[in-house]
């Protein structure tokens, strides 16, 4: 993740507005609020004249920022649109919570460990059903005895209106710390939320396809505890002598590039890696460019990284594949995205699934207080203090840059990749991730040869009867994971 550095010292300004210093002590929640306001849009608003990619194409919409906005509201207002006012940048946002936000990047949430996808319970659309996807290893959704393909019909013994659907499921089936659900097939379970780490290398398999060995790796987001765990499955796909690998991040939403690189060195092949090809270029806005220069704009592959103060080497573990099946869907993006991106120049990569998300931005959280104090010697006394103070806890994700291959081609850009072989995620097949009946999981083994017999007769589960398509497709997030250096 890049850092703020101290060569931005020149372009510091302060909103072009007459506002007092505090005093010694608020005297309201109103004065709290105001000066709350006026730090954190300072921050803001200096944040995006240095960072933001496309700060060239909205320096006029920030002469309107004023010190009393809305933070939040405003960078929304301002981010680049296009001419229709529809926003290109769908990412750039400010939060209150920086600490939850970050914490969520590193997959550690208060969470009942479960993913899902929407469905409408009928032809009439008036209510929505709820099915489970995956559950995550030694969560509450794991112990209650939830699976793929159950579907919740009611939460708290209500059902699921369509018009309040999204209230409900991020009240009672996201952010709340207990749940009660009623399922299609008469159970009903009743969870505790927890502060668990949600480890991402969720499958791991190897397939006999005939002559060759395929790998399976279920992966679901880019996190930087996840390297070691990547580095271990790595490590058994080449034990087992793997050349090909499934790799299905069809609800990978991203996460850290450090992540990204840390897979790519083991995929990539292995003198491409030793001799430190370049991977992936980025490209920033004049200012970053300028400042970073090539260190910073082109990646190369290497085997050495530095993750959470630990050196971890990856030349050991280079798998020396030949073919990757990349399983996509609209919740693959950003660092699913880009690993793609980057290795299509290198590997033969066959995307199987559906459309992928499109987010072909890579950004970065900064903190509010930590940019006061990186700018202390800039600012005033009480500027500092101040804004150390009522800056604390809120942050700015802000996109800075466009990846792209070795060549400078974006791929997924502007919305994802389309899929080789078009198939749809099946949650209610009958089939858990990792069963080669699996729909996708079957699609990506065809390409690659497994040996499948002819059923005599079907053992998929017909949906319930409840259930009549697909709500939501392009599958909406519901907070369980959000779409990030982030990327």
Request: aromatic share 12%.
């Amino acid at each position: 993740m890049k850092h703020v550095g101290r060569f931005f010292a020149l372009v510091v300004v302060a909103l072009s507005l007459s506002s007092c210093f505090l005093d010694k002590n608020e005297n309201s929640a109103e004065e709290r609020n105001h000066y709350t306001l006026k730090y954190v849009n300072q921050f803001a608003f200096n944040v995006m004249n240095v960072y933001y990619l496309w700060i060239d194409e909205i320096r006029e919409n920030l002469k309107g920022w004023m010190s009393d906005d809305d933070p939040k509201a405003k960078v929304l207002e301002v981010r680049y649109k296009d001419s229709a006012g529809k926003d290109i940048d769908k990412w750039t946002q400010v939060t209150d919570d920086y600490e939850s936000f970050v914490r969520s990047i590193e997959g550690v949430s208060t969470t009942y460990g479960y993913d899902f996808t929407l469905f409408y319970t009928s032809a009439a659309k008036e209510f929505i059903s709820v099915a489970v996807t995956f559950v995550y290893a030694d969560s509450p959704a794991e112990k209650a005895g939830l699976k793929r393909g159950d579907i919740i019909l009611k939460a708290d013994g209500e059902p699921i209106p369509t018009d309040k659907y999204k209230e409900i499921i991020n009240g009672k089936l996201v952010n709340s710390s207990h749940c009660r659900l009623s399922l299609s097939d008469g159970r009903s379970v009743e969870m505790d939320a927890v502060e668990m780490y949600c480890n991402p290398v969720h499958i791991a398999r190897v397939f006999d396809c005939g002559a060759k060995k395929v790998g399976y790796l279920h992966f679901t987001a880019f996190t930087l505890e996840a390297c070691l765990d990547l580095i271990k499955v790595c490590n058994e796909f080449k034990a087992q002598g793997i050349s090909e690998l499934i790799l299905d991040m069809r609800y990978n939403g991203g996460g850290y590039v450090e992540t990204e690189e840390v897979l790519a060195s083991m995929l990539a092949p292995a003198a491409k890696v030793a001799s430190g090809d370049v991977f992936m270029t980025e490209v920033y806005n004049d200012i970053l460019t300028e400042a970073w220069g090539e260190s910073e704009t082109i990646t190369h592959f290497r085997n050495r990284f530095k993750i959470g103060g630990k050196t971890i080497d990856t030349s050991e573990s280079n798998i020396g594949i030949n073919k990757i099946y990349a399983i996509m869907t609209g919740g693959s993006a950003s660092a699913s995205e880009a690993i793609i991106c980057g290795l299509k120049p290198f590997v033969d990569i066959t995307i199987v699934g559906q459309q992928s998300y499109g987010k072909y931005c890579s950004g970065i959280i900064i903190e509010g207080a930590g940019w006061y104090e990186t700018f202390k010697d800039d600012l005033t006394v009480r500027e500092y203090k101040n804004g150390v103070k009522y800056a604390a806890n809120w942050g700015l994700y802000v996109m800075i840059g466009r990846y792209a291959d070795r060549d400078g081609y974006t791929g997924c850009m502007p919305i994802g990749f389309a899929p080789d072989v078009e198939v749809a995620d099946a949650p209610l097949d009958g089939y858990q991730l990792g069963d080669p009946n699996e729909t996708m999981l079957k699609a990506a083994l065809t390409l690659a040869g497994y040996p499948y017999e002819p059923e005599l007769k079907s053992v998929k589960k017909k949906p319930a009867p409840e259930i009549e398509g697909p709500a939501y497709p392009k599958r909406e997030s519901f907070g369980v994971f959000l779409h990030q250096k982030t990327i």
